[in-house]
């Protein structure tokens, strides 16, 4: 990320400067692109993280191939975490509790905050399909020990068996526990633990390596004019507006 860098030296540059905001040239600007080196390697590696983390297991397989970048994990794990992630986002929640204790049983056995997120979900797919008396039951067997042990359970429990007092969710308070959003959430939450349990970042570094790019960039708005990047899937530099 030699933009970044670049960004954040000419913004330590300028505040010295009077108020007067300095015009950077393109032609300067490349040059101090140009006199970045970044080693192909590291990016490389980069790529090779967003692949894994993101579960892109063809992707990253090819890229192996083709970059000779060998991957922090067995690219055959990909493939389990992702058939977790997709039983979760399909609302097969059971089978997901399957997979991922076939996988690891310590990862449920250790985060009791995600055990009781997947059997909330569950709550959730059965209220969706209408079983009342099941969910009842299963929320009285399942769910209301572990909201006496701990208050923030029991908060998420009666936010959940509200759905039951309204025929009309639209018109319920709490009806986003019920959108595609929230089994996307709670996917989520067993994909970044199971990475955790196979020690690999939960979260891919590029997103947060952009997303710091365009902090550097909006504090450098302030002190210079200067090519700036404003589309980050084509990352042209434009020229500013002097």
Not at 210 to 231: G, S
């Amino acid at each position: 990320m030699s933009l970044f860098w670049i960004v954040i030296s000419q913004l330590a540059a300028v505040e010295t400067m009077s108020t007067s905001k300095k015009v950077i040239t393109r032609e300067e600007w490349e040059k101090k692109l140009n006199d970045v080196k970044i080693r192909k390697e590291d990016m490389n590696r980069l790529v090779m993280n967003f692949l894994v983390t993101e579960g892109y297991v063809e992707a990253a397989e090819k890229f192996r191939m083709e970059s000779g970048t060998e991957p922090d994990i067995d690219l055959a794990t990909i493939t389990d975490r992702m058939a977790v992630k997709k039983a979760v986002q399909c609302g097969n929640v059971e089978d997901a509790i399957e997979k991922v204790n076939d996988l690891n049983p310590e990862i449920l056995d250790t985060n009791p905050q995600l055990f009781f997120h997947l059997q909330q979900q569950r709550l959730i797919e059965l209220i969706r399909n209408g079983k009342v008396e099941e969910a009842l039951e299963f929320a009285q067997e399942e769910l209301a020990p572990r909201g006496e042990e701990n208050q923030s359970f029991l908060e998420e429990l009666e936010r959940t068996i509200a759905l039951l007092a309204f025929e009309d969710v639209t018109n319920c308070p709490v009806g986003e526990l019920l959108d595609i959003s929230q089994r996307l959430k709670t996917a989520s939450e067993v994909n970044a633990a199971i990475l955790t349990s196979q020690s690999h970042e939960k979260d891919p570094k590029l997103p947060s390596l952009l997303k710091l790019l365009i902090w550097a960039q909006n504090q450098l708005d302030e002190k210079a004019a200067y090519p700036r990047i404003n589309d980050l899937s084509t990352a042209v530099l434009e020229d500013p507006a002097i």
